[in-house]
């Protein structure tokens, strides 16, 4: 006995203070204070339940030696106070429940229960039912092990689903009255007990039935093990396995009053301590163990899911306090999680007057209910840098509808606001660079046509350069537009063929030429040099733009060369000049969309859309395109074109 109660003691875990167990005591309401719980090691607990087990037990002993009607009762009422608290923590969190299991075992142990109840007040001695003696006693204990077996028999194949708790309870009820009826009124009931004979085949094989029975409960609970916390599937083995024993020590008894009688009870004592291990501590103490496993991991993974989301999750009071956040907003926030919980959330909107003012426009409306949707706004990190955010916030209301918290979403959008921003100037700086050639072209021509006699041919001739100079650049910039409007709306289709690269470089060094004449051109090719499999034209506008940097970005007098060199299955082009070069810092953004770098020269033009253009051609092409540069040295823009496997150019 004392080994049973010992073993299972020892189970009793230091009390690990971990989030999700102190929610769960505060659920159960018991309130844990940290320090009173570390005083108690698992060491002097366990001294103290072994003692306070034994002498309950040596207390039980001497009563039954006292007064065996006192053992009795003592023994029952105890089983049956553990039967109705189980029913009291299954019928409370029913709601809480996915399956039907604890519903059903807590019904099934109301009823047995109060058969267990109805048994002990019918027991010879008791004078509760003077005219029933200890038959009418058996004959409830039986009905009330034949409910319990069957029950635990069943109840794990209910796992999963869900039953209507009222027509549990009302079928149980209808059960148990039909045997109290049976037993009290109709007499129905097979007899158990003889005066002078003893028990009847009937209860003795009863008993063998109701261990099978029981047997077979282990066989279910085994097959659904998964969904059980392991200490609680050990305890819930147990106790069917003491119940066993119990009932084979009552198969024995001759009189109600004897030793096999007396052993049935220790044991029944010890199968329901064991119940009360598994179902009420467990319950009330870590109600994740024994709502089951999968929902542990559900709760674990929906924690998971909170804690490790990409964006940022808060809860914010009604006080304006952060309450709760996720990793990611303390990422986001560049705050740890103790600094942020309290904080207000005041403090982390910019001060930018116009901020200030969004973010309690913001609050205010949330404290009036309202749920806000991608409210962008600009947030303080603890840093003092700042981020650009889309806050969404839904308020969270209490049972009287009155608002308590909130539950915020931060999707950091800062990158996208750049872009916005870049996209903007783009525009800005497109308009104005259409508009500055066309000027040159209509003035030239204009002054070609007004001036016409005043003017030398030379002269006509040099301002008609001019005009097409600037339509060149204007041709330029459109068709570098047309590529981008193909890229964003994924329309690039490429015309590839095998392709002479000697060709194509001739001619987009000839179109330059004709713009920039201030600069050397060299060209520098093996004397053999397989084709290309590419776009024409395309590889033409890659060489321009390419070609066009060059220019830009060195003083007028210097050289720009063009080389080229097979390097396994591609054509490895490199367009250099001796310019401005390019910091290894910014050399990395450089083929992003609308970048155009600090250091530039004065009055040099561009939109920062070339090097991105000439980046997705490349690499439509199967292609890539890096740079090698030394800042104040020049650079040397290096692209590959697959070689054509014809071979035929
Ligand atoms: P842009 O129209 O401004 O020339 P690009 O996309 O062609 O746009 O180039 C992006 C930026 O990269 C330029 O603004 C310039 O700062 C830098 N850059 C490009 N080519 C060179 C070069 N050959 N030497 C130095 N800087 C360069």
Redesign the pocket.
């Known amino acids: 006995m004392l080994v049973i109660i010992v073993g299972s003691l020892a189970d009793v875990k230091a009390l690990s203070l971990d989030a999700g167990v102190l929610s769960a005591y505060y659920h159960a309401g018991i309130v844990v204070h940290r320090g009173f719980s570390r005083m108690y090691t698992r060491q002097s607990r366990w001294y103290i339940s072994a003692l306070t087990g034994a002498l309950v037990l040596i207390g039980l002993y001497s009563a039954s030696l006292y007064n065996y009607l006192l053992f009795h009762s003592l023994a029952e009422i105890f089983s049956v106070v553990v039967a109705f608290g189980i029913f009291i923590i299954a019928w409370n969190s029913r709601r809480f429940l996915d399956n039907s299991y604890l519903l059903f075992l807590g019904v099934a142990f109301l009823f047995t229960g109060l058969l267990d109840l109805l048994h002990t007040l019918a027991y010879p001695g008791m004078g509760v039912f003077p005219e029933h003696g200890t038959n009418t006693a058996a004959q409830l204990w039986v009905s009330a092990r034949y409910l319990q077996s069957l029950s635990l028999l069943i109840a794990p194949l209910l796992i999963g689903h869900r039953l209507r708790a009222r027509f549990l309870f009302i079928g149980y009820g209808l059960v148990c009255a039909f045997l109290i009826a049976a037993i009290f009124y109709w007499n129905i009931f097979p007899v158990c007990f003889v005066e002078g004979t003893g028990l009847t085949m009937f209860k003795k094989v009863s008993e063998y039935i109701i261990s099978f029975i029981l047997i077979g409960a282990i066989f279910t609970m085994f097959r659904k093990r998964r969904y059980f916390d392991v200490v609680v599937l050990r305890l819930l083995f147990a106790a069917i396995i003491v119940t066993i024993a119990s009932e084979l020590s009552f198969t024995l008894y001759e009189s109600p009053f004897g030793f096999p009688n007396l052993l049935g009870h220790f044991l029944k004592i010890a199968a329901f301590y064991l119940i009360y291990k598994a179902i009420i501590e467990t319950g009330l103490i870590k109600p994740y163990d024994l709502l089951f496993r999968d929902l542990k991991q559900r709760e674990e993974q929906y924690r998971d899911l909170y804690e490790e989301a990409p964006d940022a999750y808060l809860s914010v009071g009604k006080d304006g306090r952060i309450k709760r956040v996720n990793r990611s907003a303390t990422e986001l926030l560049g705050y740890s999680r103790e600094e942020l919980v309290g904080l207000p959330v005041a403090d982390l909107y910019t001060e930018t007057p116009s901020g200030k003012a969004t973010a309690e426009g913001v609050f205010k409306r949330f404290l009036s209910g309202e749920e806000i949707r991608d409210q962008e706004l600009e947030v303080r990190r603890a840093d003092g840098s700042s981020v650009w955010v889309s806050l969404s916030v839904r308020p969270i209301r209490d049972k009287e509808g009155r608002v308590v918290a909130s539950r915020s979403i931060m999707v950091n959008i800062t990158e996208q606001k750049k872009l916005d921003q870049l996209k903007d100037d783009f525009i800005g700086l497109v308009s104005h660079e259409l508009r500055s050639p066309m000027t040159v072209i209509t003035g030239a021509i204009n002054t070609a046509l007004t001036e016409a006699e005043r003017l030398s041919p030379e002269e006509t001739r040099q301002l008609l350069k001019d005009a097409a100079a600037e339509s060149e650049s204007l041709s330029n910039l459109l068709a570098n537009l047309l590529e981008l409007s193909r890229v964003q709306a994924q329309r690039l289709v490429l015309y590839s063929e095998a392709i002479s690269v000697k060709k194509t470089i001739q001619e987009a060094v000839d179109k330059i030429k004709r713009q920039y004449s201030a600069h050397k051109f060299v060209i520098n090719l093996p004397r053999r040099l397989p084709p290309v499999y590419a776009d024409p034209l395309r590889l033409e506008r890659i060489l321009y ?2 070609l ?3 220019v ?3 003083p007028p007098g210097e050289k720009v060369r063009v080389s080229a060199k097979p390097q396994g299955e591609q054509l490895v082009i490199g367009v250099s ?1 001796q ?4 910091s290894p810092a ?1 050399q990395a953004k ?2 992003g969309p609308f ?3 600090e ?2 020269p004065s009055g ?11 980046r997705r051609l490349v690499e439509a092409h199967g292609g890539h395109i890096w ?1 090698e ?1 030394e800042p104040g040295h ?2 040397t ?1 290096f692209f590959t074109m697959p070689l054509s496997q014809t071979g035929d150019k």
């Open positions: 733009n390419l066009e940097n060059a830009k970005y060195s000049d310019g401005i070069g390019i910014d450089l083929f970048q155009r770098l250091k530039r040099v033009r561009g939109v920062g859309l070339g090097l991105m253009v000439c740079v540069s020049g650079s823009f």
